[in-house]
C-alpha cells in the first residue's frame, strides 16, 4: 500500500480518524488493546505521521531532550532505550546528552537544547544542586527532574518523578533480616546524592530497628563503578569479617564484589550473601542472577516522559506534584538464608 493516511488506518482498525490520532498522541481515554491493534496497524503499513508539517503548524519540533549523569551505567544505558521507546511512540524523537550536575556543565547542555528547539527537557540527577539549576530555566522550557529529592524540602515548582530509595533500603533490610543475617556491610553510600542517602537512610534505619549491625563503606566519588564495588570488596575480603550478608548501593558496585569475591575464593552465597539495587538488565545474566531491589527504571523514565509530555501540549494542565514509584524485591540467587 503506497501512501499509508491516518484515514487508512482508521478504516482497518474499524475506528475513526480521531481514535488514531488519540492513540498516537497517548491519549489515556484508548483502551491498551485498541491502542496496541492501531499501533501495530501503523508498524505493518509503514504509517508515519508527517512530524515537519505538525511541528510547523504546531509550533513544536517533537524533540525531547534528556540529560543523564552517566552512560557507563548499565542503569541509565537501561533508561535511555525505554525513553528513546516510548518518546517514539507518541511521535517524538530524543536528544540525548550526558552531564553531571556537580561538574558545573548542565546549565549550558539547558541552553544547547533550548537553542536547538527542543520541546522540553527531561533531566536525570539526584544531585542536591539540580533543583536550584532547573529553577534557572523552567520558566523558558517545560522540564522534568528524573531522580532524588529532598523529601523534607519539596519544591512545589519542579514537576519531578522518583523511585522511593528510603523504601528500597528497608525492602532489602527486612529481606536479608527474614534470611537470618543479623550483620551485614553496606558498600557504596554516597553522600552527594539524594537516592543514595535516603538508600542508606531506609535501610540503616530499619536495620537499626531490627536489631541489625552495619559496616558501611563511603563512596566519596560523584559515580558508582564496578571497580569502587571491586576496590571496596578487596579491602573486605583481605581482613577477617563477621559479616554474612553484602548489600551494594546498585547493581555496578555488587559486580565489583562479584569480581572481588571470585579473586579472594569466596563463594556467593555459600560463603557470604549479595543483594544488589537497580535491578539493571545484567543482573539476570545467566552467570551472575543478581537478588536486587528493582529501581522500576523503566516505570519511571515513562513517567517522567509522560509528564513533560503533558507540559508540552496540555501546558495549561500542568501538575507539579512528585511521583514517587515504589520498588520491589527481584530474588535470584546470590542471597540464601543465614547458617
Known sequence: ?????????????????ATVSRTLNGAPSVSPALRERILDLCRRYGYRRNLLARGLSSGRSNLVGCILSDLDNPLFSDMALALERFL?????????????????????????????????IILSSSSEQAPELIRRYIKYIPIVLQGGLDDS???????????????????????LFRLGHTKVAYMGARENNYSHLSRHRGFTGAAERLGMTVRTFSNEAYSSTIDTGYQFARR????PFQETAIFAACDTIALGVMSAAKEFHVSIPEDISLLGFD?????????????TVDHQARQVVETAADRLL???????????????????LVERSTCRPCR
Open 310 to 328: 503533558a507540559q508540552i501540549e496540555r501546558p495549561d494542565t500542568v501538575c507539579t506534584q512528585p511521583v514517587r514509584i515504589q520498588p520491589r
Open 279 to 291: 535491578n539493571t538488565a545484567y543482573s539476570g545474566f545467566p552467570r551472575i542472577r543478581l537478588s
Open 1 to 17: 500500500m503506497e501512501s499509508v493516511t491516518i484515514k487508512d488506518i482508521a478504516r482497518m482498525a474499524g475506528v475513526s480518524c
Open 153 to 175: 524540602q519539596p519544591d512545589p515548582e519542579i514537576p519531578s518523578v522518583y523511585v522511593d530509595s528510603e523504601a528500597g533500603g528497608r525492602i532489602a533490610a527486612e529481606y
Open 236 to 239: 573486605f575480603f583481605l581482613d
Open 88 to 120: 517514539r511512540l507518541r511521535g517524538y524523537h530524543l536528544f540525548l546528552c550526558r552531564g553531571r550536575v556537580e561538574d558545573g556543565g548542565v546549565g549550558q547542555l539547558f541552553e544547547f537544547l533550548i537553542g536547538h528547539r527542543v520541546d522540553g
